[in-house]
């Protein structure tokens, strides 16, 4: 079975600039959630979708969007750019969407860096 | 206080050794429990999830969870040099798949 996709792998993008991540999640999987890396920061959430809805969302300014296909496919949004969104943008997809808090399942993520 | 605090290490162990990584968490909403390992360059990996107050084991891995010191680790039996990775714990509150990460502890196995 195919893992997670992620595309673009990478990206260079300059400030102001707005920038599309795509994922693909695992055959079956209905529920993505995707989270930022940064060194300074670690791991952070930013959104969790099933059935093409947005069920939480982190703690990130609105310039950050996303949303879900019915094909469960799922992207993410960022516009007027800053540095600090450089950034691995890693995108998670789960096998069963039942009381939540099921085992996520990482892409290879979306190397962002803005110049 | 952070949600999920792990030590940073780098942790040293020699190959053939017990390696035990610890994570304390904040939240007693917190429901389920990851243990990510995740490579320079790479995405994070899932290797244990535990529910459940006690011990789980697959292979050379068990993870312990005890909600009431709000306490998880993991332990890595027969460690060997590629086991040496960054790894993350991870916790989510009951109906949610947002996982909240601790920063990593280093792991290094040396031969």
């Known amino acids: 079975k195919a893992g997670v996709t992620q595309t673009p792998r990478y990206l260079i993008k300059t400030r102001g600039q707005q920038v599309t991540l795509s994922c693909s999640p695992i055959?079956?999987?209905?529920?993505v959630s995707w989270y930022q890396q940064t060194p300074g920061q670690g791991l952070q959430f930013l959104f969790e979708y099933f059935s093409e809805t947005q069920r939480n969302k982190g703690n990130f300014p609105g310039r950050f969007s996303g949303r879900q296909f019915s094909n469960s496919r799922s992207e993410m949004n960022v516009s007027t750019l800053e540095l600090g969104d450089s950034a691995l943008y890693l995108c998670?997809?789960?096998?069963?969407?039942?009381?939540?808090?099921?085992?996520?399942?990482f892409g290879p993520g979306t190397r962002l860096t803005v110049l | 206080q952070k949600e999920v605090e792990q030590n940073s290490g780098p942790l040293s162990v020699p190959e053939g050794a017990i390696a035990s990584l610890n994570c304390t968490y904040s939240?007693?909403?917190?429901?389920?429990f990851f243990w990510y390992r995740q490579y320079s360059g790479k995405s994070p990996e899932l290797i244990m999830f535990i529910y459940s107050n006690g011990d789980k084991e697959d292979g050379r891995f068990t993870a312990q969870l005890n909600k009431a010191s709000q306490y998880v680790s993991l332990l890595i039996r027969d460690s060997q040099p590629s086991d040496s990775a960054t790894y993350l714990c991870a916790v989510a509150r009951y109906n949610t798949d947002k996982l909240i990460f601790g920063t990593g502890t280093r792991l290094q196995v040396f031969p």
């Open positions: 055959s079956g999987h209905r529920s």
């Open positions: 939240d007693r909403g917190s429901q389920s």
């Open positions: 998670a997809s789960t096998p069963v969407m039942l009381a939540g808090g099921n085992e996520q399942f």
